[in-house]
Structures are given as structure tokens and as C-alpha cells.
């Protein structure tokens, strides 16, 4: 059984930073991403690693995504956080070697981790 588990979420405030995690279990992937979905608005891509990065523009130079092959799990370093980083944030799979920004294209998820950055 394939399971994605996010961990890592929080409250912190402007400025500040956290730590995600999404370890995959049942099989590896080669494409894993993180993707957020704020109240009232669509779940958007955030980052995603494969053979290449890829990063939203409005996180780059805060966030790093990384991953631990060994481990099974990707890791969202976010730093500099703002209040409209605030959302739930997803853990996704895929195995084509890509990083595809768009939801539809993932067939794993996990539950999702709770960020909330305050003012």
C-alpha cells in the first residue's frame, strides 16, 4: 500500500521559519512535489524535484525542496515565511521523471500539513 505522510507544519510567525516532510511508503518515485491550497482558492504548485528543481516564482530564494533517497522522503525547507504562506500544504508523487505543476498530473498524495503564518 502506497502512503504519502506529511509532517512538519505549524504556527510561526512572519519572518520565520519550518521544516516539511513527506515520506512515501509501499514504493519510491522518482518526481515528488509540494503543492498548497489556501481557503477559498485552488491547490498550487510550490515545488517539485526529479532530475531538475522547480519552484513557484513567489517562493523562490525562501524555499528549498530537497530529498533523501535512502529515506523515501522530500523535505520543504521554508524560510522568510509571509502570512500568505499560510495554507495546507500536500505532499505528491509521481514516477514519469518529471516535475509537472499541475495537480491532475499526480496519482499519490498525502493528507496534508497544516501552515499558518501570523503577522
Known amino acids: 500500500q502506497v502512503q504519502l505522510v506529511e509532517s512538519g507544519g505549524g504556527l510561526v510567525q512572519a519572518g520565520g521559519s519550518l521544516r516539511l516532510s513527506c515520506a512515501a511508503s509501499?514504493?519510491?518515485?522518482?518526481?515528488m512535489a509540494w503543492f498548497r491550497q489556501a481557503p477559498g482558492k485552488e491547490r498550487e504548485f510550490v515545488a517539485g524535484i526529479a532530475w531538475t528543481i522547480s519552484y513557484t516564482d513567489s517562493v523562490k530564494g525562501r524555499f528549498t525542496i530537497s530529498r533523501d533517497n535512502a529515506q523515501n522522503t522530500v523535505y520543504l525547507q521554508m524560510n522568510s515565511l509571509k502570512p500568505e504562506d499560510t495554507a495546507v500544504y500536500y505532499c505528491?508523487?509521481?514516477?514519469?521523471?518529471?516535475?509537472?505543476?499541475?495537480?491532475?498530473?499526480?496519482?499519490?498524495w498525502g493528507q496534508g500539513t497544516q501552515v499558518t503564518v501570523s503577522s
Open positions: 509501499g514504493r519510491t518515485f522518482s518526481t
Open positions: 505528491a508523487a509521481d514516477n514519469r521523471g518529471v516535475v509537472f505543476t499541475t495537480p491532475p498530473s499526480y496519482g499519490y
